[in-house]
């Protein structure tokens, strides 16, 4: 790591984790144990810096991804809070395409729960890198070797801990450190007394646990196993640096652990992030693509201007669009270029963020995360580059909504503002999807869950002022193919004067093993008797025609088709006509095939008293869900079930009633399954 180079003391850091796992809390404190803030803020008091919205103090969630910056031994941490619900995971897509590391908080008595195995396999899409913190030491049943062999089973690297607590549960007042052998003590108030030697009655435990440390990581680390072998120990500089290596690599977790509420263990955790996780200049180029070529940039500020739009924030006071910067630099009243439209825009200020509030930059370069103010048309995703140099990033992926409702106005003279608010939340969040239904001319709110779209209607009548009449909440239904059909024949012949059209295909429809796949399109023509400019054709009209399905006109996935022939007619034979053959051919062919409806379906993990649990499982038989089991911790059941997405409509309302309040549950997504037989009747 070059020192000497400034973007080696930068540090572009997520926090991720399951909801109620504590990420808020634990940035409150970064930014208090940083000198950012100077007084505590607290969840349960709304008053956090970054939980500003509203609608989050008022829910004691996060909603909305936050950015923060704070400086911490030398170093600049530009930090984003993330959501930890599942309906808001499109903002955990759109944080980490743009971080270099984050630290993954855990609890110490739930250990990784679903929401926790979303986010990780999430960052391992990204390729993040990451750290882990054990959080709520100080809670009853807190117990950090549960957890660390949660994050063993189902997160699946080799979680290597470098602390010893010191004290269980409410008697938890510091931690040993494996590395330093050292004791790191906080008095009640929150406040960290100077390192101690490691105490006589943990000492044998701590030196133990270090030869653990360093076995694990002589197995995974070539240079730590040499220098293993040659002196039967690690040195603590060797052992610091292979650490960091396995966390760049993703073949090891470094775990810590603390309690963030008592403000214990926030400041190893921050040396960690100095020390485990990459700066700007560890991390591999950005890579895109211009006039089909690849392209590399380099975090060089005196490189040509690369930069992702990742967030839009359209406030009362103008248009905040949040920027990761890749490459170059870029100055207030630079003109740069949105190369996803080909429009320039000009830079009007630029703002180093901290949650709602903002400092004046004179400039950001590579590696900066900001917001800048005057960019008129940018989306989320867009990316910005130096009108000579233009360059296309890979953008966040936007996840498939699964709920809807109707939305209207309920003054006739307000039709145009929820329009045009519609459209605005639509463009700050992408995982939001606004349509008119064709049949009933309403307006159709889609979204990720059924907080999503109260979030969103609760935002149409606060910050909007509008009055809004809601429907019924719906979910977004598939169709796939059972049975598939063979040889089918189509002939797309139009004469009417003039140059006709003819295409002629065959094609072969059959399911996929796993639905979620999609689509597949293969061509075994031989002979070229279908050349090829016309078999691409037929691919094009086969994806128009899964848009609607024959059961009830809901998109077409998991099926295979194969064209296996077809013929061509000198004169009349274009690309036009074998897309007109391909999608009316397949459309022809889906209602020859038994089809099959699916239904969203989202795992459920339901935590009860156990002198609940017969209640709980006779409702959710009755909603349809399949138990897969149950575990006792901490003294209540957890109960693990797959229940249609239609069924948890109401589903909190029903479990506290059941559960005198004391019954809690989350759910994540798990694709779609057959809807029910009635559903599927054709």
Request: aromatic share 4%; charged share 25%.
């Amino acid at each position: 790591m070059r020192t000497t180079d400034p973007l080696a003391v930068v540090r572009n850091l997520g926090i991720l984790a399951h909801v109620d796992a504590g990420k808020t809390t634990v940035t409150e404190r970064i930014l208090y144990a940083t000198g950012t803030t100077h007084k505590r803020g607290e969840v349960h008091d709304g008053t956090t810096v970054t939980d500003f919205d509203p609608q989050e103090r008022d829910r004691g969630i996060t909603i909305f991804s936050a950015a923060v910056s704070c400086s911490w031994n030398g170093h600049r941490i530009n930090l984003i809070d993330t959501p930890g619900h599942v309906d808001f995971a499109d903002e955990v897509e759109r944080s980490l395409r743009v971080l270099d590391g984050a630290v993954a908080v855990f609890d110490a008595v739930a250990g990784v729960e679903p929401q926790s195995e979303s986010v990780w396999r999430q960052a391992d899409r990204h390729g993040v890198p990451r750290i882990a913190f054990v959080n709520k030491m100080d809670r009853a049943g807190a117990d950090l070797d549960a957890a660390v062999a949660s994050i063993r089973d189902r997160l699946h690297p080799v979680p290597l801990a470098v602390q010893l607590p010191v004290g269980a549960e409410d008697t938890f007042t510091g931690v040993v450190d494996l590395l330093g052998m050292r004791t790191l003590i906080w008095t009640g108030d929150g406040e960290a007394r100077d390192p101690e030697p490691v105490p006589d009655a943990l000492r044998e435990e701590a030196r133990r646990r270090r030869r653990l440390l360093e076995e694990a990581v002589a197995e995974l680390h070539p240079a730590a196993l040499e220098e293993f072998c040659d002196t039967g120990t690690l040195g603590t500089g060797t052992l610091t640096a292979a650490l960091r290596d396995l966390t760049a690599r993703g073949e090891a977790v470094v775990v810590l652990c603390g309690s963030a509420y008592r403000n214990r263990g926030v400041e190893p955790l921050l040396d960690a992030v100095l020390a485990y996780l990459p700066s700007p200049l560890d991390v591999p180029a950005v890579r895109g693509t211009y006039d089909g070529t690849e392209q590399e940039r380099a975090a060089d500020p005196e490189a040509p201007l690369a930069a992702l739009a990742f967030k839009v924030n359209a406030t009362a006071t103008g248009r905040l669009t949040y920027l990761r910067v890749y490459s170059g630099t870029v100055e207030q009243g630079d003109t740069v270029r949105d190369a996803t439209t080909g429009r320039t825009e000009r830079v009007g200020r630029i703002l180093r963020v901290r949650a709602d509030r903002h400092a004046r930059l004179d400039r950001a370069v590579a590696g900066d995360i900001v917001a800048v103010v005057g960019l008129k048309s940018a989306r989320a995703g867009a990316t910005l580059c130096a009108p000579d140099a233009p360059l296309v990033l890979e953008p966040p992926g936007v996840a498939e909504p699964v709920v809807s409702v109707a939305v209207e106005a309920l003054r006739s003279t307000d039709t145009g503002r929820l329009a045009q608010a519609l459209a605005r939340l639509a463009e700050e969040d992408p995982s939001l999807v606004v349509r008119a239904d064709a049949e009933t001319g309403q307006t159709v709110l889609s979204g990720m869950g059924e907080l999503h779209l109260e979030v969103a209607v609760e935002r149409l009548r606060s910050d909007h002022g509008l009055g809004v009449a809601v429907g019924r909440p719906r979910v977004s239904h598939r169709e796939t193919v059972g049975r598939g059909v063979s040889g089918f024949v189509y002939r797309h012949v139009k004469q009417d004067g003039g140059a006709g059209q003819f295409a002629h295909v065959v094609l072969d429809v059959e399911p996929l093993d796993d639905a979620e796949r999609g689509f597949e399109f293969r061509s075994t023509v031989v002979g070229g008797r279908v050349p090829q400019e016309y078999v691409r054709a037929v691919e094009a009209g086969c994806r128009d025609a899964l848009t609607e399905g024959p059961l009830g006109g809901h998109p077409v996935t998991g099926l295979r088709v194969t064209l296996t022939d077809g013929s061509t007619h000198v004169k009349d034979s274009s690309d036009t006509a074998f897309r007109t053959a391909g999608r009316l051919g397949l459309r022809d062919a889906l209602r020859a095939c038994a089809t099959v409806l699916l239904e969203p379906v989202a795992e459920v993990t339901v935590t009860v008293p156990q002198d609940a649990v017969g209640s709980v499982l006779g409702d959710l038989a009755a909603r349809r869900g399949r138990v897969g089991g149950s575990a006792t911790r901490a003294g209540a059941a957890v109960v693990t079930a797959t229940v249609p997405l239609a069924e948890l409509f109401g589903y909190a309302t029903r479990l506290r009633s059941r559960t005198q309040g004391r019954g809690t549950f989350t759910s994540r997504p798990t694709g779609y399954a057959p809807a029910p037989a009635p559903a599927t009747a054709r």
